[in-house]
């Protein structure tokens, strides 16, 4: 199982942009999906998560301006993030609990993606 995350980059504050996650590999069930983020010196953080049920949640200083979505049957998933700041600037890693079968299930992380956000 892997999980690839795609669409980092550099853009200046109040621009967005959009992060995609894919989980491939052998997959019985994807339960819950999230985004995390490691600033500069910082310890990583949930950012956003979104569970099989699809309840999103997101942490204080991005409420009302990022989205978490999931496409279930691709098992993917995206945040849209608007009205960056520079304090969005950070490595965010996607996230997600992963059942390979019915018994088993595991944490997997993909690699980080960076998103930079000048003033």
């Known amino acids: 199982v892997q999980l690839q995350a795609s669409g980092g980059g550099l853009v200046p504050a109040g621009g967005s942009l959009r992060l995609s996650c894919v989980a491939s590999?052998?997959?019985?069930?994807?339960?819950?999906m999230g985004w995390y983020r490691q600033a500069s010196g910082n310890e990583r953080e949930l950012v956003a998560a979104?569970?099989?049920?699809?309840?999103?949640t997101y942490v204080d200083s991005v409420k009302g301006r990022f989205t978490i979505s999931r496409d279930y049957a691709k098992n993917t998933m995206a945040l849209q993030m608007n009205s960056l700041k520079p304090e969005d600037t950070a490595v965010y890693y996607c996230?997600?609990?992963?059942?390979?079968?019915?018994?088993?299930?595991?944490?997997?992380w993909g690699r980080g993606t960076l998103v930079t956000v000048s003033s």
């Open positions: 979104i569970t099989n049920g699809g309840t999103a």
């Open positions: 996230h997600a609990d992963i059942w390979r079968t019915r018994w088993s299930n595991m944490d997997y």
């Open positions: 590999g052998t997959i019985f069930r994807v339960d819950s």
